[in-house]
């Protein structure tokens, strides 16, 4: 019980590192922050400081969701009941960590990014559906969040057809809805025809 709480918890704390504002740190650009769309994410961060920033801050963000999710793979015998349910477990907690992130006063980004790299974690296939879905919508739209939001609300769908385990299926559902939560400004924007579009400087 001791390992499946150090689990969730590291995740998190990990998921509270935030790449955007530390990467803009150290190369001496405004915190994303308190400019353009205030978001500290990507595609806030490709639209003020360029594609070198936000590719640095979209692997940043990935990785942090990957990589403790691995680490309970490892960690947890594949045999046990509990391990599909720590697995999932450690995916949120890594995606709260960067939505909502300790050391930066919980005012965390989005979570496309960690979304991304905790689906790749479970298992590669789901994290191969989120962005096929993501990229296929952003190349047709040139909208990030509309691709983001088909890709949250499509793949709980493609997790159930891949035959996931319902444990996974539950916690995807919930980082899903939990995305759709964090981007209710950009669906007004959506709606009112104010969404900015990829490619477009901030």
Known sequence: MLLYISLVVLAYLVGSISSAVVIC?????????????????????????????????????????????????????????AHDLVVGLTALAAFCGHIYPVFFGFRGGKGVAT?????????????????GIWLIVALLF???????LT???????????????????????????VLFWRHRSNIRNLISGTEGRLGRKG
Do not use: E, Q
């Open 25 to 81: 740190r150290l190369m001496r650009l405004d915190d994303p922050r308190t400019h353009g769309s205030n978001n500290p994410g990507a595609t806030n961060v490709l639209r003020l400081h360029g594609k070198k920033a936000a590719a640095l801050t979209l692997a940043g963000d990935a990785l942090k969701g990957l990589l403790p999710v691995l680490a309970a793979h490892y960690l947890m015998p594949m045999n046990t009941n």
């Open 115 to 131: 979304f991304i790299g905790v689906l790749f974690g479970m298992h590669w296939s789901l994290g191969l559906v989120f962005v």
């Open 151 to 177: 890709a949250a609300a499509l793949v709980p769908v493609g997790s159930a057809l891949l035959h996931s385990s319902r444990d996974y299926i539950a916690v995807i559902t919930v980082m899903s809805v």
């Open 142 to 148: 040139r909208y990030s969040s509309l691709a983001a």
